[in-house]
């Protein structure tokens, strides 16, 4: 048996059990094994935070559940990338 726990608050055998565990959802314990993550780089805890991440704009992820977007139709991605995009060109983009 393994006494390796990965932080002070998460037990090792929980780590990757395909539950995201508050106690083991950090850099130590690499986003409880994953179970934090929806795609690779972009943990759980990060959607919905109002900060634009691309590596959270996918379906896995719902889109960074709007983050990516500056408006429902405009991807932030898309702003500054020296195409016009009609549905970029608002005062909210």
Same mark, same amino acid.
């Given at each position: ?6 932080s002070a608050?998460?037990?090792? =055998?929980?780590v990757g ?11 130590? $314990? ?6 934090? =993550?929806?795609?690779? #780089?972009?943990?759980?805890? /990060?959607? #919905? ?9 996918? =379906? ?9 977007? $500056?408006?429902e139709d ?8 020296? /195409? ?10």
């Amino acid at each position: 048996m393994c006494d390796c726990d990965c932080s002070a608050t998460c037990q090792y =055998e929980i780590v990757g059990n395909g539950v995201c565990d508050d106690d083991c959802n950090n850099e130590e $314990c690499n986003a409880d094994g994953g179970d934090c =993550e929806c795609a690779p #780089g972009c943990n759980i805890s /990060v959607l #919905g935070n109002l900060t634009y991440d691309p590596r959270c704009l996918n =379906e896995a992820c719902q889109d960074d559940l709007g983050d990516c977007h $500056c408006t429902e139709d405009c991807l932030h991605s898309e702003i500054g990338d020296e /195409v016009c995009h009609p549905l970029c060109n608002n005062s909210d983009c």
